[in-house]
């Protein structure tokens, strides 16, 4: 195995998803190597250090944090010569009724076979399309299924009534996930094989927060995303309506995949992805075409309110305060990504004092203003420590730090260790 991180979920592969309640506990024999691993790949890193980076606010520490995670996660998987989170369980795995297939009988990609729940499609259907799929490593997806939360009935018995604005008892959650837990959330733009085809790029400093939000088809500036060989300086291509000269990149400049004739099947049975498809390509997915990744989302288990950091591609991914500390032997096409983190959701503060933004251009920048402020100054933390189940206002912004009054409420919930996830896509 050609990566410490890899080793280390090979380590555990052994275990279907499906594992009987009340086994969590119990480390078996082939589990030992697999632990001793991890710690010598620094994952979970200690959680007094990464304590110490969030306390003291020490952007640059956790920037490096959050890029040496990244460099574990993308690091080519053998023998399928994927990054790693590629070979993960989907959320389709996850919140299966039935028991998940064994891990070993199922092929690699299987992130995009999409099952969305309604909540799940409510949610995306409105908006401009995005093929957006999540990730859930090894630790995640067996915690979940050991404790039966991708059930709605196990979350329903936890839940504790709140009268008057005040808990019953003591605040709940689910039982606690594994330092090593990680889910992630990539999006994909999809990339004709045989001609350019025009890209949204989000330029931070040209952006006015809109009230409705500013998702991609108010982004000031496109690019063609075109053939690597042979490629002309610029092109014309069509998006939304309006024909543009446009600047060409090279598909190789991204992550992507290549669609063979099983993932064209997958993505043209699924609504969102078909959609998108028209839009971008003109016409349905074909074997050759692409999916190129544009944004990729992370949250790690290593903190109590998780550590959360996000990608994004830009055609200029080299110099600016995003592309900071990025590492040498991060290469290739993920070289052309900025990142974000956030271990807090206030500090360190902005530098007008409000609390601290961290935001993907693809995935939150749509969120519209619901009182607080649009998506574009939303922070990972600040919306995910809300997340409870029933969900309750998943996709509204609010700024800082938790208020008692926003858990509060008068029906009874109970808290999703962070994951918006497990109360929208549970049966
Ligand atoms: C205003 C709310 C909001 C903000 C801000 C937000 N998210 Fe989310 N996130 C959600 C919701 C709702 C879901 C689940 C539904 C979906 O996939 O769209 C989700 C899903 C996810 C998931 C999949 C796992 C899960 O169960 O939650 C990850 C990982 C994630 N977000 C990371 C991030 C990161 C990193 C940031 C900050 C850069 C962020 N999110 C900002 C609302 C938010």
Known sequence: MNSRLGRWSAGV?????ATVPGTLGARTAAEKPAVRDVERAQFPAPEASLEKLKRTADLGGQRRHLWHVLGELTRSHSPSRLPQFLTWSGAKDVFAITSAAPLATRSPLRAFEVEESAAARAAH???PPLIVVAHYNEAAARHIRANALQRRATL????????????????????????????LKSAWWPVAGDAPVAMPVWDAELHIAAAGGNDYPSWRRMVAVCPT??????????LMGRTRRLNCVGIDRFYHLRLDAAMVEQLRNEPTARKLAAMVLGRGFRTGDHLALVALHVATRELPDWVWGTLWWHDSAMSGPFAADRPKNLGGPWSNYLMNVAFDAVHPRERDGSPRVVFNPWLEARFADSGQGSGMVSNCISCHQRATYPAIGPFEVTRGARKNTQAAGTIASVETSSLWSLPLQAH
Do not use: C, N, W, Y
């Open 125 to 127: 259907s409105s908006g």
């Open 156 to 183: 329903q018995s936890m839940t504790v009534s709140r009268k008057g604005g005040k808990l019953d008892t003591v605040s709940r959650d689910v039982p606690t996930f594994p330092r090593s837990a990680i889910v």
């Open 13 to 17: 592969l052994f275990a279907a998803l």
């Open 229 to 238: 060989h042979g490629a002309p300086r610029t092109v014309e291509v069509q």
